[in-house]
DNA sequence: TAGTATTTGCGATAGACTTGCGTTAGTATA
DNA sequence: TATACTAACGCAAGTCTATCGCAAATACTA
């Protein structure tokens, strides 16, 4: 969570240039607990009466997750999401009902993860893992 | 892997007409180890002069899905892949350098689901998990 | 404050996928 | 086997996500 003279550094660190947009939209990741789609970093943008074309947007985010400050992760969508980068490698429970989602932080695959690698002589450089069902919101 | 009878048979039991294109694609589902994505069906109804809008490609493995005999799954790519429902759920291995993608049949996180399911309050239905890296032909 | 490289806006474009509508063709039943 | 009903199809247009080329704007640096 940091305020926006924090982000204008993070741009900087990145040796990206501190545009409105690029300043919202950090401040945007920040703040925001669940990934983002395109759309949903336009609509905020626009709330915030700051000017951006869509495909600016998409050419922002592909440059925070090229810099290593975001990272691109797809739900079972058509279309992908972003996160934070520096929250590191999770997992999600997704909501069928409602969309929630939230994070899983501690990853217990590990093990199943070497025997898989050894078995099939794979190389494993990532993977993705994602629980969809019913929160505990939408249970009632 | 069926014939061109079986695959008959299937789409009755499904409710769903027996037109060529749908028993050939059902003939292809059967003998592929790998998910297809639409592109994929639609060169191989070329090939075998079969002619099939691109549209009704998309009408038919949507039915398909809807009727249970494939799975929508999706591989970190902006377009979906469709596999036979009729293996079970299961995981994947996919090679970032060729493209392979091999089935992990055996499934080792029912543990890690369970803790996860109770610690949220979370009911859940379904999982996905993928592995990415560098398969065995792909390391030399 | 001027110079320059980066970023943006705009419009065109691409690819995956959907939809409306009139026609075709599987299937049931007689 | 002929008939009738409805599912399925072809075609064309449209939606949605995402990208690209180019000229104009703007953030940084000196
Ligand atoms: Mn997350
Ligand atoms: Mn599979
Ligand atoms: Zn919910
Ligand atoms: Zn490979």
Request: with cysteine.
């Amino acid at each position: 969570m940091l305020n926006k003279h924090d982000c204008k550094s993070e741009l900087n660190d990145a040796q990206l240039r501190a545009t409105p947009a690029r300043i919202a939209l950090m401040e945007l990741f920040e703040n925001s607990l669940e990934p983002l789609d395109v759309q949903t970093m336009i609509d905020y943008l626009q709330k915030r009466n700051i000017t951006a074309d869509n495909a600016t947007v998409f050419r922002i985010v592909n440059a925070f997750t090229q810099k290593g400050l975001t990272r691109q992760i797809q739900l079972h969508e058509n279309k992908f999401r972003y996160e934070l980068a520096a929250r590191g490698e999770h997992h999600h429970l997704i909501c069928n009902v409602c969309g929630k989602i939230e994070d899983i932080s501690d990853c217990k695959i590990e093990d199943f993860q070497d025997e898989i690698s050894k078995k099939k002589k794979f190389v494993i450089k990532s993977h993705a893992l994602e629980f969809y069902g019913t929160c505990n919101n939408c249970q009632k």
